[in-house]
């Protein structure tokens, strides 16, 4: 089992900043590949970024590449997903995932966090 707590959402203006952080416990952080998703009002949810175990292969949705950049830190066991340039597109609740393995592709997210809202106004 993996525990995922979200932080860092609020209200921001378009073209503005904001750095989720998900925090996990419950099993080795350093070997498992986790990811970003988002699910906007009447919208299916939909994957941002994901991360492989050790930090070394990434990937992200069209949407946000060049804006968004996806990191963690395994001493801390914290993922965090920078979000720049944000534009009202953008507001969604934020989930941190977590698979059950290290490769990051066909990546599937066996746990999931609360969400964090994030709203961008224009």
């Known amino acids: 089992q993996v525990q995922l707590v979200e932080f860092g959402g609020g209200l921001v203006q378009a073209g503005g900043s904001l750095r989720l952080s998900c925090t996990a416990s419950?099993?080795?952080?350093?070997?498992?590949?986790m990811a970003w998703f988002r699910q906007a009002p009447g919208k299916e949810r939909e994957f941002v970024a994901a991360i492989s175990s050790s930090g070394g292969r990434i990937y992200y949705a069209d949407s946000v590449k060049g804006r968004f950049t996806i990191s963690r830190d395994n001493a801390k066991n914290t993922m965090y997903l920078q979000m720049n340039s944000l534009k009202p597109d953008d507001t969604a609740v934020y989930f941190c995932?977590?698979?059950?393995?290290?490769?990051?592709?066909?990546?599937?997210?066996?746990?999931w966090g609360q969400g964090t809202q994030v709203t961008v106004s224009s």
């Open positions: 995932t977590a698979s059950s393995f290290s490769d990051v592709r066909a990546y599937v997210a066996d746990y």
């Open positions: 419950g099993r080795t952080f350093s070997s498992i590949a």
